[in-house]
């Protein structure tokens, strides 16, 4: 592990402090010459969900050393013919890793995800140097009982089509509450999309928000929907994730009857009861019926913020 100091120099940039860590990496508040913040990602040596939260200490602060809970780290998952694995990432691994998501997002500029200014080395490592955003993430202020805007998903389907269609971002991958940023003027900026690598047929992604495991625009539509349900009751509508058949190139009965057992939550206006009914079948579109996608997503929270 790189482990930076205020006042040191890494690169064109000083370090100030210490923001967050994922699965995969740590990322720290820093300046340009110009005395202009940035944030600047660096892999760690060993990266994936069961790792950080195997041998890290919850702490009620943001360290390098520890995990808060604010922070829900992602898991590296391997594709194979027989389905998906869940493993570590080696130092080398995570650094390509990081350069691809480097490239992905300077082909992926839009005012509603992170930019990105350069990919350099700092000892031999890879480092993303990221535009910084003000804000508190989503998980921030869902745990501070903050007012959730439904608006703000309505502008992360929109801006996923616009980047989807001008052959930019396929999907994001990795919607979750701390993936979301949000700017004192309501303004939201996606930031982490899924690291991929064709190559090795791996992802990173949080399962609890892709329990299926999905590469697609549908994986974010179900993100999306998981969000929702948690924001209304409290709690996560699976808790076994992933799915045990994820991944798998063909299904059968066997797999169809597992996914709709899997498929099968508590209804959210069980858990709360205010919660409207039009909301509830988004909620239910978003996370079991497949073709259900951003279209259909954008225009089922138009009616409903129309209606509201």
Do not use: C
């Not at 994922?22 to 990602?41: C, I, M, R, S």
Request: charged share 30%.
């Amino acid at each position: 592990m790189i482990k930076l100091a205020a006042g040191e120099q890494i690169g064109n940039y000083q370090v100030r402090e210490f923001l967050a860590r994922g699965g995969f990496g740590l990322v720290y508040l820093a300046t340009d010459p110009k005395g202009e913040l940035v944030a600047l990602k660096l892999g760690d040596i060993a990266g994936g969900g069961r790792y950080v939260t195997r041998f890290m200490d919850v702490t009620s602060e943001r360290r390098p050393e520890g995990i808060s809970p604010d922070e829900t780290p992602a898991e590296a998952i391997f594709f194979r013919k027989d389905g998906a694995r869940i493993d570590f990432l080696d130092a080398q691994e995570i650094d390509a890793m990081v350069k691809t998501e480097g490239d992905l997002l300077r082909r992926s500029r839009h005012q509603n995800l992170i930019g990105v200014r350069e990919v350099f080395q700092h000892e031999g490592r890879n480092v993303l140097a990221l535009d910084y955003v003000r804000g508190k993430t989503l998980r921030e202020k869902i745990r501070a009982l903050e007012g959730i805007r439904l608006n703000w998903f309505l502008t992360i389907v929109r801006a996923l089509q616009k980047m989807a269609k001008a052959g930019e971002l396929a999907y994001h991958g990795d919607l979750k509450p701390e993936n979301i940023l949000v700017k004192p003027s309501g303004a939201v900026v996606m930031i982490d999309p899924a690291m991929r690598g064709d190559e090795r047929n791996v992802i990173t992604t949080t399962p609890h928000y892709n329990p299926l495991l999905l590469r697609d625009q549908k994986a974010d539509v179900m993100g999306i929907g998981v969000m929702l349900y948690e924001i209304l009751t409290g709690v996560l509508p699976f808790d076994e994730v992933p799915w045990q058949y994820a991944g798998r190139e063909q299904g059968g009965e066997v797999e169809r009857l597992s996914l709709s057992y899997f498929l099968s939550y508590p209804p959210p206006r069980d858990l709360n009861p205010n919660t409207p009914e039009p909301l509830a079948k988004i909620i239910y579109r978003s996370l079991t019926v497949m073709d259900y996608g951003l279209a259909e997503l954008e225009a089922d929270l138009v009616d409903f913020l129309r209606r509201d």
